[in-house]
């Protein structure tokens, strides 16, 4: 299903970049159109399956990084190699991005192409002109469908706020929904689409939502809600988080590792949900190339040379949080010296530091600029030998062990009990050789959080910013542990009231209306109904 998933993907993403040419005039070298297409039974399972080519948005100028390196946890700072690309990633560092930055223009394209896409599907389905093998196919097909355009519209909530609500293909420019409503249309639509969807666990459901999946994502939109709409549902996240734990279907996998592995995740219960990628048929997985330098070609033994020195690393305030005997820091962050794919012969640096050794250092200097060996470097996701630009390893957007932390915070801000044994549950496979550090309680995760906060200067923080203490920090790190480089972090900051209160690395506060992004002014050149979110201005 893996591959049936990427063949879709691959062929649909051939169809798009043929559509996006700026030539208008059309040149029609098929008498087969969209518009003359005879569809058969056939078409339905690849048809609805297209829509998820629009979840291909892990990269440095997309999705992934918006949420990650304006977060606490990631920079990509410019080096002796280059990777400044006008400021665009510091600007995403400092909080300072404009409507004219690429990383909300990616975005918004992404998700509104994704919600497009699935009105035009429901409604090929809706007016019979794309036919299903069975009423049964049908019914599960068009919960699919509303539960993928919901998850595009959660996204578009998260990131955005008041945004366009569009439910039907349509020509005419929409105007400005409220962040209510579409909170509202997606709790709705994804309430109303759980009961019809497939509850099958991997196989011909990976890479696709099934019951848990959104159930999952039902979940987040609950345990976000305060931000979206000062409305507290912690309750109904419960809920939610206990009929994916009762259904049986999922768990936690043996080895933190398992769900970043390159093969053999098909069949996991712990992945609830992924973005499938192949280096041949559905490339795009490509942290490898900017997170690492060059030389890390001759460890890996790949077939592409990385970017460079490498751009994307740990922010050492991030760092300094886990615990040395956590295994997910070894699992998470390539460190130290680095040797040849053999393991005879150590690397050595080639550009301020020529000559020296390739020893990644905890230690990052700013946020403006580093040298090569500043930072721990991506050591998450298996990259197999030969792999080129794009690596065949997936990327989940959700696991079993989200569901379990989403409960236990919950249950934490309910003043219920239960949480430390979640969380212990979760940590007990990272930590094999000392199991009583696994253990954790309710009344510790109430503590403040180990990130010392407050901004840096040559190695050293000199404007402390740690005073205010963060509510129930000690799970607050606990998320940041498991889910770094999961697109996670923005999200959790904002929760735990940090991303705009806090200073880290090169960034100070800039203000709480960078909770959400611009509206890309490129949309609103083009469409005279909208309006910029407040605070921001046009460029």
Known sequence: MKTYIKLAVALFCMGSAVSCSNNLDEKVFSKVT????????????????????????IAHERYWAAQEISSDEIVMPPNSSGWDDGGTYRMMHYHKWTSEQQHP?????????????????????????????????????IAELRAVRAYFYWLICDNFGDAPLLTEPTVDLPGKATRKEIFDFVVSELKEAIPDLNEEQGGKMYGRINKWAAKCVLANVYLNAEVYVGE???DDCIAQCD?????????????????????????SKEILFTIPYDKTLAGG????????????????????????????????????????????????????????YDGTTLLMCTYDKKGQPLSFQKEVMSGNYTNETDGYRMNKFE???????SSDTDFPLMRYAEVLLMKAECLLRTGKPGAGALVTQVRQRNFKDNPEKAIVT????????????????????VKDGNTDPVQFG?????????????????????????????SWLSHEPQGDYRTVFPIPESVLTSNPNLTQNPNYTSK
Not at 105 to 133: C, D, E, R
């Open 34 to 57: 969209e518009q003359n297409y005879n569809y058969t039974e056939k078409d339905f399972g690849p048809t609805v399956a297209s829509v998820y080519s629009y979840f291909r948005f």
């Open 105 to 141: 223009l990616h975005m918004w394209n992404s998700f509104y192409q994704g919600v497009v896409l699935s009105n035009t599907v429901l409604s090929q389905i809706a007016s019979g002109k794309l036919p299903a093998a069975s009423d049964a196919e049908k019914k599960v097909g």
């Open 232 to 234: 507290s549902h912690w």
């Open 243 to 267: 009929d994916i734990i009762n259904s049986g279907k999922c768990a936690l996998s043996p080895n933190y590792k398992d769900s970043f592995r390159a093969t053999g995740t098909e069949s």
């Open 285 to 340: 997985q490509s942290i490898h190339m900017f997170s690492w330098h060059g030389e890390l070609q001759k460890k890996f033994d790949l077939e592409a040379t990385p970017w460079g020195s490498g751009s994307a690393m740990g922010i050492t305030q991030f760092i300094d949080t886990y615990d040395p005997a956590d295994t997910r820091l070894s699992d998470t962050w390539l460190m130290g010296d680095q040797y040849s």
């Open 383 to 389: 990259v197999l030998p030969r792999t080129p630009g």
């Open 442 to 461: 309710d009344d510790q995760l109430k503590a403040n959080t180990a990130y010392r906060y407050g901004f840096v200067e040559n190695y050293k923080i």
């Open 474 to 502: 000690r799970l607050y790190d606990e998320l940041g542990w498991e889910f770094a480089w999961e697109t996670h972090r923005r999200r959790d900051m904002i929760r735990f009231g940090t991303y705009t209160k806090k």
